[in-house]
């Protein structure tokens, strides 16, 4: 028979555990809300702060050597501060971009990476840390590299000193990193031929998988825009030396009479007073958003070439090969009117700066107007 005696341990053991799970509870909440919250770290003193901000400041007006010793005093002084993670990363851009320093630049980033760097930067320094110290014996080379990177000379300055440097260091670890801005810089130079040449230089050296999608675009816009203007032009010169010599063979002078002529000076007459009234048009075209704009000298130009076009008419209507074939001028001489203003038109645009662009648009707003046309009918 069980006595009181013998129930009081389990009483107390009960009492005990009811107490133990708030205990348990207060913990387990204690600890969570002791543990730091992701994107919320402790603030820093005003003095950290100011400094960080002034690092900024002369990081963004390209006073890097400042930039530098800021970072530096961030870093050595305020080793527990938040703003630390932020000047080691910088200190090892700085010097790996801008004050061009290898041996300071591996010495941040190999910091950043052991004490600072998260699980998705991790690979990228790793490679970075890699490049770096396999540039250590090219260091002056690679001085000069970044010195024209960050020049901000312009496309045609960057360009040359980007050529000398491949010219004295042809074998640079970082060539196809200087073919790659020399593609880029060609191709806003309107020179396709020679992007299409440095980016094809890239592709031969280490395979296609060495270019990114975006250098891969441009390597295809390249070789498209440099057959436009060499392939294409110099077909578009053959036919219309052609014609002009198929005209000049049937003689036509020999046809040519005082009327004839006069009744030819109409026809520029006209077309020039169809072009002075179709200017204000012109105009008054809202051109905003609109990628490539035609100058005004390119239309009277244009106005210029039309006049050709109409002399050359005149000049195959007297031909000596009509005069016994009437039939066939009709038949045949609007044909030879179109592939000659067509001819004209192409090599007039594509020696315009950004021609083949200009082409591109132009083909994609007549297969437009070929879908709309189509539709209506």
Not at 67 to 91: C, D, F, G, T
Not at 289 to 317: E, R
Not at 338 to 361: C, R, S
């Amino acid at each position: 028979m069980t006595t009181r005696m013998d129930l009081l341990p389990l009483k107390l053991f009960s009492i005990r555990r009811i107490l133990f799970l708030p205990l348990l509870v207060l913990t387990i909440f204690g600890t969570l809300f002791s543990l730091p919250v992701p994107g919320f770290t402790a603030q820093d003193s005003p003095a950290v702060a100011e400094l960080k901000q002034k690092a900024q400041h002369a990081y963004v007006d390209r006073r890097y050597a400042e930039a530098a010793a800021i970072n530096l005093e961030i870093a050595e002084k305020h080793p527990e501060s938040a703003a630390r993670h932020y000047a080691v990363q910088m200190l090892g851009t700085l010097y790996e971009d801008n004050l061009v320093d290898i041996k300071k630049a591996i010495k941040w980033d190999r910091e950043f990476l052991e004490k600072y760097a998260d699980p998705r930067q991790v690979p990228f320094y790793k490679e970075k840390l890699a490049s770096l110290e396999k540039l250590m014996k090219q260091e002056q080379a690679f001085k000069t590299y970044q010195a024209i990177r960050f020049a901000n000379a312009g496309d045609e300055i960057m360009v040359k000193k980007f050529e000398a440097l491949l010219k004295e260091q042809p074998d640079f670890l970082l060539k196809d990193d200087v073919l790659r801005e020399l593609g880029y810089a060609y191709d806003r130079l309107d020179k396709r031929r020679q992007s299409y040449l440095a980016f094809k230089a890239i592709e031969s050296h280490k395979g296609e998988k060495k270019l990114s999608s975006t250098d891969q675009v441009a390597l295809k816009a390249a070789s498209r825009y440099w057959q436009m203007s060499w392939a294409w032009a110099w077909g578009a010169w053959a036919v219309i030396i052609m014609l002009w010599a198929v005209v000049l063979m049937m003689k036509p002078w020999q046809h040519l009479t005082w009327t004839s002529i006069r009744k030819f000076l109409l026809w520029p007459v006209l077309w020039v007073a169809l072009t002075a009234a179709a200017m204000p048009s012109f105009y008054s075209l809202d051109t905003t958003g609109y990628p490539i704009i035609i100058p005004d000298t390119a239309v009277y130009i244009a106005a210029g070439l039309n006049l050709i076009i109409l002399f050359w008419l005149l000049l195959l209507s007297k031909g000596k090969f009509w005069q016994t074939r009437p039939w066939a001028l009709r038949f045949l001489s609007p044909a030879l009117a179109m592939v000659m203003t067509m001819a004209v038109l192409y090599l007039f645009v594509i020696y315009q700066p950004n021609g083949p662009e200009i082409i591109d648009i132009f083909t994609v707003k007549l297969h437009h107007w070929d879908g709309e046309l189509r539709r209506m009918l």
